[in-house]
């Protein structure tokens, strides 16, 4: 089945840094989306993306939706202790999303 | 402001008994639907999803089964678990612009 290539898998970083993270598939997507999870709670939506080029950002989130409409990053600017936690991104197409594996994120204060 | 509520959110039961969790989206109209599985904490799998009233689809062959008898109601059942079935379930919907809002999960453990 398709899939998303998304990376790092994991990211051990000092706070105050900044951070990035991207997803790659070989199929296009209209519709590109990242979520972010903490433990034991559902994925909770970050950014949406729907158009090619789009660049949209949520406080120190900034996220692109990849000219090729096959790739996508979600930056981090000055991370602090509750950015931890697993980032997801999701590709849509038709009725159905395909997720990236997780990029965990773990904070050093 | 819509809302998505799936319960129960914690559950142990032996192998071999029935299985059925519920989810329910208010605030919305013919929203899709799905149901996700997420094992140890990573990767998101579609189980199944919804398009309307009756109509589902499965994405991948197992031991489980959904129903959406109502709406904005969606049903994972399964007739005997397996201990490969523990697991985090999440519900989710849609909107038609393909934005999906996950609802709190349900932790399954079959013991």
């Known amino acids: 089945g398709q899939q998303l290539n998304q990376s790092p898998q994991s990211m051990f970083i000092q706070e105050g840094e900044d951070v990035s993270m991207n997803c790659t598939s070989s199929?296009?997507?209209?519709?590109w989306l990242w979520y972010k999870q903490d433990p034991g709670e559902g994925p909770v939506l970050l950014i949406a993306?729907?158009?090619?080029?789009e660049l949209t950002s949520n406080g120190r989130l900034t996220a692109q939706f990849g000219i090729t409409r096959k790739d996508s990053f979600l930056n981090i600017s000055a991370s602090i202790p509750s950015d931890v936690g697993i980032y997801f991104c999701?590709?849509?197409?038709?009725?159905?999303?395909?997720f990236g594996a997780g990029t965990i994120l773990r904070v050093k204060s | 402001s819509q809302t998505i509520h799936q319960w129960p959110a914690t559950l142990v039961q032996p192998v071999g008994s029935p299985l059925s969790l519920e989810c329910t989206v208010e605030?919305?109209?013919?929203?899709?639907l799905y149901w996700y599985r997420q094992a140890a904490g990573r990767g998101l799998q579609l189980l199944f999803y919804?398009?309307?009233?009756?109509?589902i689809s499965s994405e991948v062959p197992q031991n489980l089964s959904a129903s959406r008898p109502q709406d904005r109601q969606f049903i994972l059942s399964s007739k005997k678990l397996l201990l490969s079935d523990s697991g985090f379930y999440l519900c989710a919907w849609s909107t038609p612009t393909g934005t999906i809002y996950f609802g709190e999960g349900s932790w399954l453990t079959v013991v």
């Open positions: 999701a590709g849509q197409r038709g009725n159905k999303l395909v």
């Open positions: 199929s296009i997507f209209n519709t």
């Open positions: 919804s398009v309307g009233i009756g109509q």
């Open positions: 605030g919305t109209s013919n929203p899709n």
């Open positions: 993306l729907y158009k090619a080029g």
